[in-house]
Every structure is written in structure tokens, then in C-alpha cells.
């Protein structure tokens, strides 16, 4: 159960699953992917209780894209990452300057997560479409 943050553990309490001491993996995997989604899906401002939660509309980012902004967007996101989802330890986040949609932005993000009493490497590819939201596979 340690795995999930803890409005999924009381929504799985609710739905009656039953609570174990072990991690399981998988369920950690999604949870953080689940939990990276909402906050890069999120926009900064528009969370009454933390105004800083989100990132900053990378819309008009997109088409015009230069060395300096592209490392805005990655050091943005690394912050975000560190302040907002602790279960990633030492995030790095590297803009793909190969894309050949100019529309959007790719970008992985590397990582690693406790499992237990080891770490396992967390690699996730992102991109930021022409509409500003955020796919993570």
C-alpha cells in the first residue's frame, strides 16, 4: 500500500483491497505516472491551495523554441518533479532537440524510485502537444 500516495490508499481501502507491507511495483510505476500527469497537466495559479503547483503555459513555447528556452522547460519541470513528487529521487529531465514537429516538445525524464530497501531506474518519455497538455509513456 506504501506505494500509492494517500487519497489512492483510501480509495483502495473503499474499493476493499487488501493492505500488505510489500511494494509492488507496477502499482508505484503508475501512481507516479498518474500523479506526474495531473501535475504537468496542471497549470500554476489555478490550484487555490498552492499557487505554485503546475507548471507555466508552455504553449507559446512550441514554435519559437531556443537553446535558453528549452532549458526553462527542463530545469521548470525538474523543480516541479523535486517539490512536487518526492517518490523520484535525482529526476533529470532532457528536452529531445531531434523532434520534427515543431507543434511540440518531447522530453524524458530519468529517475530513480525506492522499492523496498533497493532502487529501481525510473525512464519516462513526455511530450507537450501544440495544446499545451502532457502525454507520459
Known amino acids: 500500500m506504501k506505494e500509492r500516495r494517500l487519497l489512492e490508499r483510501i480509495a483502495a481501502w473503499e474499493d476493499g483491497e487488501e493492505r ?34 503546475g507548471v507555466p503555459d508552455f504553449t507559446n513555447t512550441a514554435g519559437g523554441l531556443t537553446a535558453g528556452s528549452l532549458s526553462d522547460i527542463e530545469e521548470e519541470i525538474r523543480r516541479m518533479v523535486l517539490k512536487y513528487e518526492p517518490r523520484i529521487k535525482s529526476p533529470k529531465v532532457t528536452v529531445s532537440r531531434e523532434s520534427t514537429d515543431v507543434l511540440s516538445i518531447q522530453f524524458g525524464l530519468q529517475g530513480r524510485l525506492e522499492v523496498d530497501d533497493r532502487e529501481i531506474p525510473l525512464q519516462l518519455s513526455t511530450t507537450i502537444g501544440a495544446n499545451g497538455k502532457v502525454q507520459i509513456r
Open 20 to 53: 500488505t507491507n510489500k511494494t509492488q511495483v507496477d502499482i508505484l510505476v503508475t501512481s507516479v505516472m498518474d500523479h506526474l500527469r495531473r501535475l504537468l497537466n496542471t497549470r500554476q495559479g489555478s490550484v487555490l491551495l498552492d499557487p505554485k503547483f
